[in-house]
DNA sequence: ATAAAATCGGAACCAGCAACCCGTTTCGTT
DNA sequence: AACGAAACGGGTTGCTGGTTCCGATTTTAT
């Protein structure tokens, strides 16, 4: 059998590809980027296949699947969303950047389905890519509560499941209803002050556990008397490099 | 062709149907609302039928399609919440009354993909239900909001909208954190006090228009010196109805 | 008991779609 | 220009799931 590529990097394919499979494949991903921006996961191959002008043929010759295709069609915009919040990480008034990011992200996400299946986890998006938004992600929320801008009593978790309800009600918001109007009613809920109802708490093993200050996740006890910060080794590396990366 | 009833009504369809067919028929609603309960409306027919013990052509015998089988299952569930909702408007203390059932109504809701799949809009329910449901818990809002416990800003828009985030928050919450957490964040948003963040207003046509009383549709301008509140008879009616039914 | 009528069951049908295959066309090289 | 390899396209296959059809079965009325 002959052997295919399947790269997802643009760069490494163009490189050995003919002009012809070249050019298609950009055709191919770019047809795929607007329609599943349109329709979402459920958008037929055959589709995308009118769409860039070519057969269902030439389609599979470039991506194993319809799911690898969308990857690729979906993938870049998470990774900006995250490259993004990494660069934000580093600016002035933590809680005006953080509730900014917020808004930006769903706003943009809002009118593409394509990226609402992705974070909504209806496909299995590229290994490592929600995974780094969502730890980048961390990193804003931590400094906004830091910057006492965010309750101190909401997790990463409530975050990203917040996001995603708000995703929900953008889509679904009456006709003449602005943008952003319940994106905004959400956020109050997350500002700190007067409380009257209590958020139930994460039971048990969860609970009296510290969240590691790079990717939010659970932190081993401390076997010394200073409580430990990270989750491992390499959160400790990361977080050491964007501590030089912000003095510098 | 032989005359098909079809009827979505019970009682008067079990008094005309042969025994076994009553039997059926039941079966089948019974398979369906549980079957529906667990996969939404994406379980496959063919599934209910076999749960029901019984084949496809009988489930088609008692229901024209899918969708009205679907409907008939789901229906009843809606309606109740709906009754539920017209009882606890002639309660005391408006705004407990408020948030208990605003969480009920999710926790209800969260465990049942059937509900959530109707509430969410992913197929048309039958006519009205959905509007009944609607109005009832306007009047809970509205009653609510005069009881200063919820703000003021708040249409019944907003609230559909935040009901189906809810879902989808609650839905996807990550693993160990409790029922109901997500919820009660949501619902801070709603509660009146300091406010960071103004919510982007409802624009031109929809501004400085106040809402019917009853339906929280649109009032046409008050054409004597009172203001009218509410948007026709029937919801005048209704009204009048209502607060004869509470003096009773 | 018997026959007509209603009902039952599930095979058959159809549509949509992902994935595959192979005869044909195009490209890059000699 | 000619040749071989790579790429193309769309017809084909396999599968899933909603809907229909009809011979077999059960119920009810006489």
Redesign the pocket.
Known sequence: M?ERSHSLLPSQASAS?????RR?RALVLQAARSAFEEGGLGV???EIARRA??????V???FP???ALFRAAVSDRIVLFTDTARELAHTEDAGTVFYRYLSAVIRLTVRNKALCDALEGRFEPSPGVEEAFREALGVLLRRAQQADAVRKDVTIDDLMALLMGCLSMEQRRAPGVPQGRMTALACDSLRPGRRVTKLPAIPSARRNETQCEVCGGPVAPARTGRPARYCGAACRQKAHRERARARS
Chains 1, 2 share one sequence.
């Open positions: 002959a590809l003919r002009a012809d499979a298609n037929p191959l055959g002008g070519v057969g269902t043929g030439t599979y010759r470039h699947s319809k799911e």
